[in-house]
């Protein structure tokens, strides 16, 4: 019981933290003069995948690579299927209003490169450099994107409005308290991270199973936990796009910024479980997307029922 509760503390210790860590810096970028578009497309975009992030470093240093691996292979699957079938089961997604088709493509090729790397076994600095390069691709291209948008049209009103969307933006927020929240941001998640990777390794060992296996769904699920609160508010305020462009956002980051970023930690071999059996489940639920993205179809509750219960298969079938 103590492992599972230790897990369970590191994991509110990681969330809390990169809450936190956001907070501070995009408070802080906002203060010093950095546009506000240049902080939703780097910073907050990073400071949201930080438990992610640690917990993938911290488990290729504790020689668990199998478990960073897991993790950023579970998360992207759970986004899809647990994600978006979850809010569907609460209120329809109207996805077919969402104009996400370019961002879904960059999705598609990222998740491609990523197992074409991972055949290539292991992911090394190589690997790594090349999922940063299209990553820095991908950042460059949404930077156009929104510049020649705000260029056509919406100029000064749009920027005000910008600068109230970003995540965590408060414009009255005191010096101190920046500093407070990027220090418990900095300090909670190592430690956040830590307690989650010794107890989960601890758990595997008492269940039996490999740290791959619990990256995949012990760690995964509880990473997938913020953007399965967020979707769940957009569908909720019938903010499909919100709901829509959080998964293909946060899977696109995963693959290139989580283990791109981990590579240059240590070298990350890659199971053979993971090149048999998960790398397809991941690719499989990505393409489940193509119905919403180009054919207009919205997310209803049977497409909610049906997205969730392949979850729990999925789910079933990793831990047997």
Known sequence: MWPWLMSGLGLLILLLAGDA????????????????????????A???????????????????????????????????LLVLGVPALLAPLHTSGCNTRKTYLFMIGATLIFIGMAFRD???????????ACLG??????????????????????????????EGADPDMPWWQIFVFLALGLVGLPLGADLLVDNASIIAREFGVSDAVIGLTLVALG?????????VMAALRKQADVALGNVIGSNMFNLLAIIGITSFVGTIPVDAEFLQFDLWVMLGASLLLIPFVFL????????????????????LVVLS
Do not use: C, Q
């Open 46 to 80: 990073f400071g949201t995948s930080a438990p992610e992030l640690l917990i993938s470093v911290n488990a290729v240093l504790d020689n668990k690579p199998g478990l960073a691996l897991g993790n950023v292979i579970g998360s992207n699957t759970a986004n899809i």
């Open 223 to 231: 990473t997938s936990l913020p953007e399965l609160a967020t979707t």
């Open 296 to 315: 207009g179809r919205d997310i209803h509750r049977l497409w909610g029922i049906a997205l969730t219960v392949l979850y729990v298969i999925y789910v």
């Open 122 to 132: 292991p992911f090394d600095m190589l690997a790594g450099t090349v999922l940063l």
């Open 21 to 44: 860590l956001v907070k501070g810096a995009v408070n802080l970028s906002l203060r010093v003069g950095i546009p506000a578009l240049i902080v939703s497309l780097t910073i907050v």
């Open 137 to 166: 691709l991908v950042l460059g291209d949404a930077f156009r994107d929104a510049r020649n948008h705000r260029k056509a049209g919406a100029a000064a009103a749009a920027e005000a409005e910008d600068e109230e969307e970003v």
